[in-house]
């Protein structure tokens, strides 16, 4: 059964739940820090891996092969005490892209402030009312985050309901003692991420993710014309987002995740619409105009 067709399922009839969501490569680097036993880190990577995959976070059936692809890499890089540690999580998603071996690359984040305790051989526990276990309220908010994105991809506003599960872990981490979870720490944190995916002012961008997922690359196998002019008339909602508020989390991780793949889909496409693409890419995301100079260069025979 194709992940496609178990969303629309989903809608009309309850299910057992029989299977997790995520199949997520986890990593552990340890190699900034010195003089402590390395076994840990592997118990570390070992228990956040069964943490992540082996609990059921949505009430959904996946098969083992319609299970998220996803990676989280941890780079440890301070041991500060016996059991605590600090350091940073990348979280990378990637969407696989229908009748295609392609996968769209979704979500590639890096949490540059990450603190938390591990004790080895000591049971993972999760508490959805309270911040008890900085380390599994920290992959707990992840796991939603990449569900909210993966079913955004899907269905219009999908992911609604795996946002407001990370913004509550968000709440309930206001007076926690590690960083990150608050507004005034930052303008690329955990509070600002999930600030951007639950304001309406930025509702334009999650109306994004499913035009140009499901109605543009889901469609360039078969119609490759019609899915990248879709794509491109969805950019316009990343134009008004960012002519609201230009330093917005959303913008930056868009690009971060699809300036590459931008430049793919483009190059491929008649002049006018090329010009059209480039005026929206250079506007919203100036950094990366010399990227998107290959979109032009590109020469269709």
């Not at 739940?17 to 190699?31: A, D, I, M, P």
């Not at 269905?155 to 913004?167: E, V």
């Not at 230009?246 to 699809?258: I, W």
Request: charged content about 25%; aromatic content about 14%; hydrophobic content about 35%.
């Amino acid at each position: 059964m194709s992940r496609l067709f178990l969303l629309f399922i989903l809608g009309f009839f309850s299910f057992t739940v029989l299977g997790q969501e995520f199949r997520c490569n986890v990593s552990v680097s340890s190699s900034r820090v010195e003089g402590t036993n390395k076994q840990v880190f592997e118990s570390m990577r070992t228990d956040i891996y069964e943490f992540f995959n082996n609990r059921k976070w949505s009430d959904n059936v996946f098969t083992s092969d319609e299970r998220i692809e996803c990676t989280i890499f941890i780079q440890i890089s301070q041991q500060l005490s016996s059991d605590e540690f600090s350091g940073t999580m990348q979280v990378q998603l990637n969407r696989p892209i229908f009748n295609s071996s392609y996968n769209s690359p979704l979500l590639n984040l890096k949490d540059n402030d990450i603190q938390f305790k591990y004790v080895e051989f000591q049971p993972m526990e999760f508490d959805e009312t309270n911040n008890s276990n900085p380390l599994t309220n920290l992959l707990a908010y992840y796991a939603y985050i990449i569900l909210g994105f993966d079913y955004d991809s899907f269905s219009p506003l999908g992911g609604t309901n795996y946002f407001q599960k990370a913004r509550d872990i968000v709440n309930h981490s206001q007076n926690a003692r590690e960083k990150g979870w608050r507004a005034f720490e930052g303008n690329y944190n955990r509070f600002w991420l999930i600030e951007n995916m639950t304001n309406k002012a930025y509702g334009p961008f999650r109306e994004l993710l499913y035009r140009y997922h499901r109605l543009g690359l889901d469609l360039l196998s078969e119609k490759p014309d019609l899915g990248r002019s879709e794509i491109a008339d969805a950019l316009k909602n990343m134009q008004r987002v960012y002519r609201s508020k230009p330093d917005t989390y959303v913008n930056r991780l868009f690009f971060d995740a699809k300036s590459d793949e931008l430049v793919n889909i483009f190059s491929k496409g008649s002049t006018d619409e090329k010009g059209r693409v480039m005026t929206i890419l250079s506007e919203c995301d100036p950094s990366n105009s010399g990227k998107y100079q290959k979109i032009l260069d590109q020469k269709i025979f």
